[in-house]
């Protein structure tokens, strides 16, 4: 079946440091893929999207781009700050409009 | 304001006892979605529903049960607590054309 494989964690940088966070897939289609935050105590909030290949998702400063030759989808930015800090999902949807979760990237900035 | 509203937000079992969990949108989706999050494992989904009256089985739904009499309503049903289903229980909603909405979280506990 479908599935998503992300960087484990927890990762901690420096403010203003630039981030990577790597996230590949496994899926039989063409889905559509995603980057969900999750601050301490709240939901999951969509951060980006990108629909097909190569197009390019962005937000608050973050990107990432669908990469189909390589199955990936690594978010991106180029300086984080304290309230960046939070946990990343990297998630793909096909069929029946089900969303699969990698198991999430635990993310600290320090001032 | 316009949302996914979960209840209850804390609650804490014996095992053993029951409860349903209500989870309630107002944005007129279709689809309706609940997630559990463990640590280290993402979120995985338990069972979903692709309009009223409609339910399927996901990824682990073994112990849980589900209806959807109501387009605006999801009900999740544990009718015998086990200490395996302590968790953190997350319902969605999404339409075709728009991203998943997700409310903020139930805490379960069961001892």
């Known amino acids: ?111 | 304001n316009a949302g996914v509203t979960q209840t209850p937000k804390f609650r804490v079992l014996k095992t053993g006892q029951s409860m349903t969990l209500l989870c309630a949108q107002d944005m007129n989706h279709e689809y309706m979605y609940w997630y559990r999050q463990d640590p280290g494992m993402g979120l995985r989904l338990i069972h979903y529903s692709v309009g009223e009256g409609t339910t399927a089985k996901g990824e682990v739904p073994d112990g849980y049960n589900v209806s959807r009499l109501k387009k605006q309503n999801f009900l999740l049903g544990l009718e015998s607590a086990a200490p395996s289903q302590t968790s953190v229980y997350f319902c969605a909603s999404t339409s075709r054309t728009f991203g998943y909405t997700f409310g903020s979280g139930t805490r379960l506990t069961v001892v």
């Open chain 1, 1 to 111: 079946g479908d599935s998503v494989t992300q960087m484990e964690g927890p990762v901690t940088l420096s403010e203003e440091a630039f981030l990577t966070i790597n996230c590949t897939y496994t899926a039989t289609g063409y889905p559509s893929l995603f980057w969900y935050v999750q601050y301490p105590g709240e939901g999951l909030q969509l951060l980006l999207k990108a629909t097909k290949a190569d197009d390019k998702g962005s937000n608050k400063g973050f990107e990432a781009t669908y990469r189909k030759e390589t199955t990936s989808f690594h978010l991106e930015k180029g300086s984080v700050q304290v309230s960046d800090s939070a946990v990343y999902f990297c998630a793909l949807r096909q069929g029946a409009q089900k969303l699969v979760f990698g198991q999430g990237t635990r993310l600290t900035i320090n001032p």
